[in-house]
């Protein structure tokens, strides 16, 4: 067998208990931050501070995410997932009570950024999906990383009205504090994905190869660092829309009722995408399948700026980015586990994922910069549509295949 290649050892059907958990839990730890410009109006109205306080607070909370999942994922990789998740429901918990508690914006900042940040890198997909992945085949892998994938988008679907209702229902502040508590059922959920990179039900043989080699052979990797780049994009058009959306219509004169349907719809069409990336990237090119979603996106957000703004707009709007909302993570992920297999996955997907939220972080923090200099939102708009083309250039070049490692010898 050539070196490079590594034997898989398989066990028959899916394990549909541990797919069922960590769905269970995407649902959770995405719904909550996907519904932040919710608490953003209210919140500022009766603190009175602007909205580049808010979208600093968002920013940061992106950042972080992105920054703690390659850490969060080679501890799971290493001492266990359910540790690691444990750790999540903790972060998630106290940053949402802190956020709405919060009397300064650097108890923000801390609070709804930092820990909330750490909370979701703990429990995100990067955590979630390398669980997965070392529990089903090669052939089943992109299709089950498209259900996970669609979970986290049902959980922008479900907690869309429920965060609405509890403000509603019983203020901004304390609509927070029942999120927190609803994040302590996590570790409870997570009891079936225990174990790390050397459990599950599917095995590859392991080469000696370190943390540090491991790192060192991604960053040499032309197609890697392609992908890497590329997925800086996804991160930056998603959490602008996320986080500004809903001031954004009100901006322009819709109802506040179209910002909750927007974004319930773009979660239930989200999980219909995600599903169908997970069918399509495993039947075909998935750094060509990227490109396309990238170019679509460019597409969409031109034709919503350019056409009349009115209700039937915002839907048709959420309907279309809900189909390409998260359909880029399923071909993602895949692509690298096919160059560097599973082993290492949760913190080399992780890496990847620390770009995505570096342009989260920049999508979220100038959506609220230049609004508050420029008074619109048009500036990162059209920024995201050139961005969409520049993401679709750098993934059409990107090889699907795995890393030569000649000069690796697989473990005794």
């Known amino acids: ?49 602007d909205r580049s306080t808010f979208g600093m607070a968002m920013a940061l909370q992106n950042l972080f995410w992105g920054a703690g999942q390659p850490f969060f994922g080679a501890i799971a990789d290493k001492y266990g997932t359910w540790r690691v998740l444990l750790v999540s429901a903790l972060l998630y918990s106290s940053g949402l009570v802190m956020m709405a508690w919060a009397t300064s914006p650097g108890i923000l900042y801390l609070g709804g950024g930092v820990l909330v940040g ?3 890198a703990a429990g995100s997909f990067g955590v979630i999906l390398s669980a997965f992945a070392r529990n089903v085949s090669a052939a089943n892998r992109t299709f089950v990383f498209g259900i996970g994938t669609a979970a986290g988008s049902a959980g922008m679907f479900v907690f869309a009205p429920i965060s609405q209702g509890l403000i509603d229902r019983f203020g901004w502040s304390d609509g927070l504090v029942y999120l927190g508590i609803a994040m302590l059922i996590v570790p409870l959920l997570a009891i079936p994905l225990r174990g790390n990179s050397t459990s599950g039900r599917t095995s590859e043989a392991q080469y000696k190869q370190s943390i540090g080699q491991a790192l060192k052979e991604a960053f040499a990797h032309k197609s890697y660092l392609l992908l890497t780049t590329g997925f800086f994009v996804c991160g930056f058009q998603v959490a602008f829309i996320t986080a500004h959306f809903p001031a954004y219509l009100g901006d322009i004169g819709i109802d506040a009722t179209y910002a ?8 239930f069409f989200n999980i219909i995408g995600s599903l169908a990336s997970g069918v399509i990237s495993q039947r075909y090119s998935k750094p060509k399948f990227l490109a396309f979603l990238y170019i679509g996106r460019s597409i969409l957000v031109t034709a919503f700026l350019l056409l009349p703004q009115t209700g039937t707009s915002v839907i048709v709007f959420a309907i279309l980015m809900g189909l390409m909302w998260l359909s880029t993570v399923p071909p993602t992920n895949s692509l690298v586990a096919i160059m560097f297999g599973t082993r290492y996955l949760g913190m080399l997907g992780g890496v ?21 200099h420029f008074g619109s939102y048009d500036p990162v708009w059209w920024l995201g ?16 295949t795995a890393a030569v490692r000649p000069a690796l010898q697989p473990a005794e």
């Open 385 to 400: 549509v050139v961005l969409g083309i520049f993401a679709a250039i750098v993934h059409w070049p990107i090889e699907e």
């Open 260 to 267: 909750v349907l927007a974004l319930a719809l773009i979660g």
């Open 352 to 372: 990847v994922f620390f770009s995505h939220q570096i342009g989260s972080f920049l999508g979220v923090w100038l959506g609220g910069y230049l609004y508050d």
């Open 118 to 120: 750490l909370g979701i």
């Open 1 to 49: 067998m050539p070196q490079n290649e590594a034997s898989v050892v398989q066990k028959p059907g899916v394990p549909w208990l541990i797919i069922i958990a960590g769905c269970l839990i995407a649902l959770l730890t995405f719904g909550p931050r996907s519904a932040m410009g919710f608490f953003q109006l209210p919140m500022l109205a009766e603190k009175g501070w």
